[in-house]
């Protein structure tokens, strides 16, 4: 094939987001969404198709990480497709670039003190000719490496990406995409984004409390897994779905108090998680603290490890961003006159939670008993964390665990 016929069939672009929560999550309400809750809400939704079609898996995902992978994309797309990735993340049109600006800022500042580490970088194809604002513009607002690759030996390529993936998540996720995933003729940019969090907890939980005790898997079995023990206060509460079911909703703060896991949990052992995940959205999350107080409570959680890979073409199309996929219809020319569509947008995620703190997590808990002797609250059956950064409202870290 000639040089013109090539021109004429589109090249890939492949978008892919690396993301990892390692230890550990502080308060803040806000009236309208801030622009880390847009972004957030499309990422849950994201892992809200992810585990409906996943309901006994563990599932663990970056919202943040969705979303911004889409944003550094933002400023290449046009028409219909800009329009699209506009309205998925409920940014205004006239370009959300100075307030994604200031979140970065925000989420890696030293004044959270857990450490928040978020790395952009794009490869592109040598010698491929991009526009200097699209690159300008993702440099000055998520702060976006840009490096020349030589796709054409795609093994090669594939190893720098994954050796830049595997440092930016300090060796959590060591490979992030084969070299399989890229057309040695046709890939012209791929777009990384990945995000490593490790917090302390505030209160730490003592190795020598951590007992093997059971726990219900989602598929019936009961297995028996370490579960960290400490008795403390905590800000548990109980809340409603609109379909009537409750769920518990527990609050782990992380040393910094910026950063939280959250944990939630049904409160009857017959209601099944599902029932709870499509109800999470930033604004529920606002409403939690309303229905929260510190109790006095012996805390059981498992101590776990989970990671998932996720291929985000289908849940992002069903949410209306699907022209970025299409040859025919996406439509990328601020990038490059070349045309250009996403070939494949993936995320890997990891989490570790220990007696020392975490890396991602959501929690829901409630007591509605007041006793003399403190309660015990066993995280004993699936459950689901967020990691969530208070003052901006971000989720960080999200997953569904079925079996720690």
């Known amino acids: 094939m000639g040089v013109a016929g090539i021109m004429k069939k589109h090249a890939s672009l492949v978008c892919l987001g690396a993301l990892l929560s390692l230890f550990g999550v502080k308060k803040v309400l806000c009236q309208a969404p ?24 563990n ?21 219909e497709t800009r329009r699209q990735i506009i309205k998925g993340l409920r940014y205004k049109k006239n370009g959300p670039y100075k307030m994604l600006k200031r ?5 890696t500042s030293k004044s959270n003190q857990d450490t928040v580490l978020i790395a952009n970088g794009i490869f592109s194809q040598k010698g491929f000719p991009m526009e200097k604002s699209f690159m300008s513009t993702n440099k000055a607002n998520f702060q976006c490496e840009s490096r020349s690759l030589d796709f054409s030996n795609p093994h090669t390529a594939a190893d720098e990406i994954n050796k830049w ?11 992030l995409l084969q070299a ?11 777009a990384v984004n990945s995000i490593y969090f490790k917090g302390l907890w505030k209160s730490c939980f003592k190795p020598e409390n951590t007992k093997m005790r059971p726990f219900n898997a989602a598929d019936g079995s009961v ?9 403390s206060l905590f800000n548990i509460g ?35 998680l599902s029932n709870i995940t499509p109800h999470i959205s930033t604004a529920t999350v606002q409403t939690w603290p309303k229905l929260m107080h510190m109790r006095k409570i012996r805390l059981l959680i498992p101590k776990f490890t989970a990671d998932a890979e996720v291929d985000l073409e289908a849940p992002l199309s069903s949410l209306g961003i699907s022209d970025i996929f ?26 570790i939670v220990n007696e020392d703190g975490t890396q991602a997590a959501a929690a829901t808990a409630t007591i509605l008993l007041a006793r003399s002797s403190p309660p015990w609250v066993t995280v004993d059956r699936p459950f689901l964390f967020l990691i969530r950064h208070k003052p901006t409202g971000t989720i960080l870290f999200m997953g569904q665990i079925n079996q720690p």
């Open 165 to 175: 993936v595997n440092n930016m998540t300090k060796g959590h996720i060591p490979s």
């Open 326 to 351: 299409s040859q025919d219809k996406a439509d990328f020319s601020h990038i490059s006159t070349e045309p250009l569509h996403v070939s494949k947008a993936l995320q890997k995620a990891k989490i």
């Open 59 to 79: 599932v663990v995902l970056s919202p943040h990480g969705v979303a911004s992978v889409l944003g550094m994309l933002l400023p290449g797309a046009h028409g």
């Open 34 to 57: 801030s622009y880390g809750e847009r972004g957030s809400d499309l990422g849950i939704q994201v892992f809200q198709e992810v585990v409906r079609s996943k309901p006994l898996e």
């Open 180 to 190: 399989d995933m890229l057309d040695p003729a046709m890939t012209r940019l791929v």
């Open 103 to 107: 979140l970065h800022k925000t989420l």
């Open 223 to 231: 297995y028996k897994v370490p579960m960290m023990s400490q008795l």
């Open 238 to 272: 109980i809340a409603i779905t609109p379909e009537g079911s409750k769920y518990k909703v527990i609050e782990l703060p992380y040393h910094g108090d910026n950063v939280t896991m959250i944990i939630v949990m049904p409160s009857e052992e017959d209601t099944p």
